[in-house]
């Protein structure tokens, strides 16, 4: 049987090595974020990097009870499916259509050419094209938020960290474009933000749905504790009829 | 159909908090660890509490191509399977013998008596009842490691930042008992040290498999996005015959 | 390393071999629900063991949009899994009490005492013993049906291809002692048909679960391949808002 | 709220109707395959279309511990989850290299032409250009067999069943163009035969991996079974290190 490698973890007695760091020296010195990229890209983050792809996640903590990723969750949960289970029941719904839009909005972004004076144009062109072709755009508008906190917060760390580059501003122009195609404002939406702040740090499309994935576990794993603590087994959970009775007002 | 409540994330157009907290006010000042350490236990850790939380999980980030997680990860990332239902496949694997021994450590522990006095005595007997009907006791020894840095520094970490109370006590009087009733060295593991700082921190044993399901996510992205980029599709995947071939030596 | 073994399959070139009996020679001649059999039991069905496995089976094949599996395979279809995935979720969301009243059914029913003149009075004294300690009773009432035709048919047919014996018998001494201690009646549902009818066929508890399984899943293919033709993808799913249009009226 | 609505099951109060019969009508009167085949093609299937069907779901049924589902699911069971849960994860597996080959057989094989006396020039046109560009074919060859005793017996039912036409045809006469063109026989396996005879009666090609995973769910049944049965937990899977030691020479 032939050999395989791997560029992940060393493991040796006493001795566990993550991406060629001793991970005993990253506990407590590496925040977690920053370990996960490490594990991810292969590579520290520089500092700012790190600050931006923890606010990354961040953002994508949790969304209530509506997305599909929660409801199956929950639905799992509620049947008895041991807690793990259901968080990853929650993961596995993590699709095209939920999450998809970012590396979907990262394709796009891609395509932005080199030559800085041809981004508007290049922009437009793309978002005309699409609309000619009832294609979908991905990373702009949101079901319920038309002017997202989180994706004005990110876009003013990308800035203040020095990752705003030619790809939030490829982003940028394309939601001017669709705007006007349209005539109503259709902002970037919180994945698009994400999509074109990966694009800057360089991190391959692929990545997309699998950050989003890590970003959600913290708020499924709230969900499914609370479904078991609180909840009857077997409810139907009828989604629509959630109403939210937790604390409210509070601050860093 | 009657109404139910939810405690975690309120989503109202262009407003999104978390636990009480506007979401926007978390990205990029509230590390994504004790984001997630507010969205599972329902309230802030305090700073030193939110260190040691980031700690814990960094500690379990990945631990090779060995575990049952792992291996389920690669070999459905390996037969097509996007990679985000990969990663949830290895999140699924989490259980009783994988991971579970943070809980039934947790378990353990919890059995502190409080006056300090008596603390050592019942440790010995906890143990020696234990070994005589021959039941397990968790989170002392492993399968490769026998001084474990990992433990060493989150036991470190613990007493710098003020969670070294009587939970560890009784773990290391436990790892003490058992040590002299083996007639050998059988120290706390990685997952007893993670257990009885998770005690010391107020959290239910539900949550140790959960902690340790968040923790593991990067790593199983980064092998999930090895196996889909290095390796051919269907191959047979024999761990034994896995070595590392990335980088050593590397410091922060 | 050391060798491990398995009895289910043999696989040699060109030569497959189930339990002992050459695939290609059960491909058309032994019907793929007594294969299941053979493959689960580890030895062939008697002809009339067969049919009755196949009632079995065949009586939880689909159970409409309600059950949690089937909410969760369509949620995940709708968000663009891949469908085998989406089954593979809905057949995840079977636990204790979502299909597991079969288990726990058969773990009553195997309390029965040997001695046939013992049975209806040791069936009494467990009902009565469980309704004082508040203890839920497995396998009787069900709250859609009050007498459900499935059921009706399956003790029939068990009594017919003599597998009416003392746990069938147990099973109905028991609805009776129920009826009586509440004062209306509740008769023996499905899962305790089924749970009651496996239990004279020797299967162990821990196969309950699993044979549900395999009956649930053409209902939920069925399920997800109507989801992704017909709807559209992010759907919120209430299921409360369901209606059947398909066809009435049909018979063998 | 719109409403939605389903053709796949109708629940009222004591009574169920699966694409319009009574369920209680089918259980001891349709074999279970062809209330799958009812299930999943919307129709009832004719007498000999419900037998090849049954066929072609027998012949998938295991194929012992090497497949990657069986692999997952093991390990799964392994570490502690429920064993609904290991099937679930093995069935979760199944995707475009495991399973696959059926659905990417059926698109090859729809290319058929109508004209009888073009297919085999087509299908040498076919191949060609396949092999030239360096395009997989799918359903032809397997790693283990090179005259599987599955992919006779079905394409001999086929026949005697009346759906041996166009596609089984045409699958033939790629076979014989890829071993001419390859120099060696290169005979359809047992994914190119089930695909054919899908085509045959009908199906989509999107049927093809849910098909392979309900003939599978009793194959890993019987694993998940064994290995929680007769292995430590935790323990590391080897699969070339497994020996069959169950009976044989077995016929019906």
Redesign the interface.
């Known amino acids: 049987?032939?050999?395989?490698?791997?560029?992940?973890?060393?493991?040796?007695?006493?001795?566990?090595?993550?991406?060629?760091?001793?991970?005993?020296?990253?506990?407590?010195?590496?925040?977690?974020?920053s370990?996960?990229f490490l594990?991810?890209a292969?590579r520290?983050p520089e500092e700012k990097e790190g600050?931006?792809f923890?606010?990354i996640?961040?953002?994508s903590?949790?969304?209530?009870?509506?997305p599909?990723?929660c409801?199956?969750a929950r639905?799992?949960a509620?049947?008895?499916?041991?807690?793990?289970?259901a968080?990853?029941?929650g993961?596995?719904?993590?699709?095209?259509?939920?999450?998809?839009a970012i590396e979907n909005a990262m394709k796009q972004f891609l395509t932005v050419p080199e030559d800085p004076d041809k981004q508007k144009e290049s922009a437009t062109e793309f978002v005309t094209a699409a609309r000619d072709a009832k294609r979908v755009l991905f990373g702009f508008g949101h079901r319920?938020?038309?002017?997202?906190?989180?994706t004005?917060?990110?876009l003013v760390?990308a800035k203040e960290l020095g990752f705003h580059g030619k790809y939030v501003d490829y982003a940028l122009a394309m939601a001017d474009a669709l705007s006007e195609n349209l005539g109503r404002r259709m902002p970037i939406n919180v994945d698009g933000a994400v999509g074109a702040i990966l694009c800057e740090m360089d991190f391959p499309t692929?990545?997309g749905?699998?950050?989003f994935?890590?970003?959600r576990?913290?708020?499924l794993?709230?969900?499914?504790?609370?479904e078991?603590t609180?909840?009857k087994?077997?409810?139907?959970?009828?989604?629509?009829?959630?109403?939210?009775?937790?604390?409210?007002?509070?601050?860093?």
Chains 1, 2, 3, 4 share one sequence.
């Open positions: 049987m032939s050999k395989w490698t791997t560029k992940v973890t060393k493991v040796e007695p006493n001795k566990l090595t993550l991406r060629g760091y001793p991970i005993d020296e990253l506990i407590g010195h590496l925040p977690f974020s370990t996960a594990a991810i292969g520290l600050k931006l923890d606010a996640i961040t953002s903590v949790d969304h209530g009870v509506t599909p990723s409801q199956v639905t799992m509620s049947t008895g499916v041991p807690l793990v289970q968080v990853a029941g993961i596995g719904t993590i699709s095209d259509y939920h999450g998809g319920y938020h038309n002017d997202d906190p989180r004005r917060r990110l760390l692929a990545v749905n699998l950050i994935a890590l970003a576990v913290p708020g794993i709230a969900h499914v504790m609370e078991r609180n909840e087994r077997m409810r139907r959970i009828v989604i629509t009829d959630a109403e939210y009775d937790g604390e409210m007002g509070k601050h860093l």
